[in-house]
């Protein structure tokens, strides 16, 4: 069987999906930008004053909270896309409500038939996943004399304060998160593809392995994830003449590859403990992230007043699903 076919034909269907949940006929919303302004600049006089604003009406959450303006939220998600990689390497799709998606886990088998012989059929094993909804919510304190000076741009303070705490929860989630409350690790989702040779030890003949554990049709664009500790020890690995074995300069480009493949470094990953998962391999375009509807944000005018400050909440609605299970594999640390 041609496997870059079906991977091809996998990701055609799974587009096709999202086409068709999000609507079959694409059309560019026709923006009023007066009116958009306008609610921009209700939004954070309220904000910035408390006092409500009859502008803001359409945007309301029925708590107190506001829809963030469109220029705002765009400008939230370039950031949260810069703060947290997985949102570069996954794939990020609007949803309105919670997507279930069908799974192949295998697609069959092909083989010869002779002349007048019964061809014999497998059949593919099918799963199901869905994308739902996770509540993620920042608070940001500012204090009243920071808040009554002209000077202060309220709108960029919230900004890189919200985007800081939010990325960095976002690609805890995406890597490790335990599904209680929160989306489920892509660790928790990926295939294993192969076991170091060696307990407790990772050396680069376990990162070859993991990678040719991965069909070729996935590898093409395949992106290497890696722990601290992972990292660093591939980086230390020698070749017996004492030379690196990864022997990629530093200071040539961001990020790094290993090869040929990109290496990105996250903090959430799991150390070289005997049983842990703390290298992926593989195509995480069939990792989506769903983002549900738009951020909002909430003044807490009263709940920290005794302390002479003002609550800012932001809240969005997240989960992430590994669409294809094989598209991914990681290396397991060997117990035994």
């Known amino acids: 069987m041609n496997t870059n076919l079906v991977a091809t034909d996998i990701m055609a269907r799974l587009d096709e999906m999202v086409a068709k949940f999000n609507g079959t006929k694409v059309e560019t919303p026709v923006v009023d930008t007066k009116k958009a302004e306008q609610y921009r600049t209700a939004f954070w006089s309220h904000m910035q004053t408390g006092m409500p604003e009859n502008a803001l009406k359409e945007g309301s959450d029925g708590s107190g909270g506001y829809l963030v303006p469109d220029t705002y939220e765009k400008k939230l ?18 949803t309105t409500h919670d997507l279930k998606i069908s ?8 083989d010869w038939i002779q002349e007048g012989k019964q061809m014999t059929f497998m059949d593919a094993e099918f799963g199901q996943a869905k994308i739902s909804a996770y509540k993620l919510g920042a608070t940001v304190l500012v204090s009243d004399e920071l808040l009554e000076d002209a000077e202060i741009d309220l709108e960029e303070y919230v900004h890189s304060s919200m985007v800081e705490t939010i990325g960095e929860r976002e ?10 409350g929160k989306p489920t690790g892509i660790i928790y989702q990926a295939e294993v593809g192969t076991e170091t040779e060696e307990r407790g030890i990772i050396s680069m003949d376990d990162a070859m392995d993991l990678t ?19 990292y660093l020890s ?8 004492g030379r690196p074995a990864w022997s990629s300069n ?26 842990n998962t703390p290298i992926l391999f593989g195509d995480f375009s069939y990792f989506w992230i769903g983002d549900r509807g738009k951020r909002n944000m909430k003044r807490l005018s009263e709940r920290f007043a005794d302390r002479g400050m003002i609550g800012f909440v932001m809240s ?4 992430a699903k590994l669409v294809l ?12």
């Not at 690609?171 to 998160?177: K, N, Q, R, T, W």
């Not at 591939?234 to 003449?241: A, C, D, I, P, Q």
């Not at 969005?316 to 989960?319: A, E, G, K, N, T």
């Open 77 to 94: 998600v370039k950031a949260l896309t810069e703060k947290n990689f997985m949102r570069q390497i996954g794939h990020v799709i609007p």
């Open 103 to 110: 799974l192949a886990y295998s697609t069959g088998t092909a």
């Open 171 to 180: 690609e805890e989630a995406f890597l490790v998160g335990n599904g209680k």
């Open 212 to 230: 040719y554990s991965v069909k070729g049709p996935y590898r093409k664009n395949a992106i290497f994830v890696m722990s601290e500790e992972a």
């Open 234 to 241: 591939l980086r230390k690995y020698k070749h017996l003449n």
């Open 250 to 275: 530093l200071a040539d480009k961001e990020p790094e590859t290993l090869f040929g493949y990109p290496v990105y470094v996250s903090k959430y990953l799991p150390d070289l403990t005997p049983g």
């Open 316 to 319: 969005q609605r997240v989960d």
């Open 325 to 336: 299970p094989e598209a991914v594999k990681t290396l397991k640390v060997r117990e035994a």
